[in-house]
């Protein structure tokens, strides 16, 4: 008799987590557009009234403008990290698994936070995130290799760059910039396949795109 009275309770706990998850993602992803449009001087204030939250709430949610920054790039090197692995098991051959991944990188907002390089300590759980993410990229570029799609000297680094130049702001409105993203990666994509020209100097080696975030710090 007991089973049943607890099945409201749970619903409850259930809808509430679910709620604070979608409210998450609403300061998130307003707060990605403020940084995006203003930079990382943005007021706390801008993000959020563009969340339609109080200032109280924001904090609750994150104490300072770097935790808030950091979980904006732990959620994009999640995604970019989800993205590899999900092209690895999908896709029938290395191109398209290559092709695939910097596509959906792109649309879920990768390259977004390169920008802020620098300008805040880093943690270990992004450094591990990175290192992982990096491995996934590799496999990728090696399956494509393999099968001689790939232009040879292209390296994880370029394709972290090619996803941070990508995101260009453009003063339009925001579908109009996502379809000049996409034809832009198309031009980009092209310029990785196999041919003969040699590329002019080497890649950005994995040390060199680390060196800009600096060493991690105290979160």
């Not at 620098?118 to 992004?126: D, H, I, R, S, Y």
Request: hydrophobic share 40%.
């Amino acid at each position: 008799m007991s089973a049943p009275e607890t099945l409201p309770a749970a619903h409850a706990q259930g809808g509430r987590k679910a709620e604070a998850e979608r409210n998450d993602r609403t300061v998130l992803n307003a707060a990605r557009e403020v940084f995006f449009e203003l930079g990382y001087d943005a007021p706390m204030s801008v993000i959020a009234e563009r969340a339609g939250v109080g200032m109280g709430s924001l904090y609750r949610r994150y104490r300072s403008k770097e935790e808030l920054v950091r979980r904006l790039c732990t959620v994009a090197m999640e995604g970019t990290l989800q993205a590899a692995e999900r092209a690895l098991a999908a896709e029938p051959d290395g191109w398209s698994a290559l092709t695939r991944f910097m596509r959906e990188s792109l649309t879920c907002g990768a390259g977004a936070m390169g920008r802020f390089a620098g300008a805040f300590p880093v943690t270990e759980e992004m450094v591990r995130l990175s290192e992982r993410g990096a491995d996934a990229m590799q496999a990728l570029l090696d399956r494509a290799a393999a099968e001689g799609s790939l232009r040879p000297g292209v390296v994880t680094g370029d394709l972290v760059l090619i996803l941070e130049i990508l995101r260009t702001r453009f003063k339009t409105t925001p579908e109009r910039a996502d379809e000049l993203r996409l034809r832009y990666l198309a031009v980009l994509l092209d310029g990785l396949r196999h041919h003969g020209d040699p590329l002019p100097a080497p890649g950005p080696t994995w040390t060199e795109i680390g060196e800009r975030w600096g060493p991690p710090g105290d979160a």
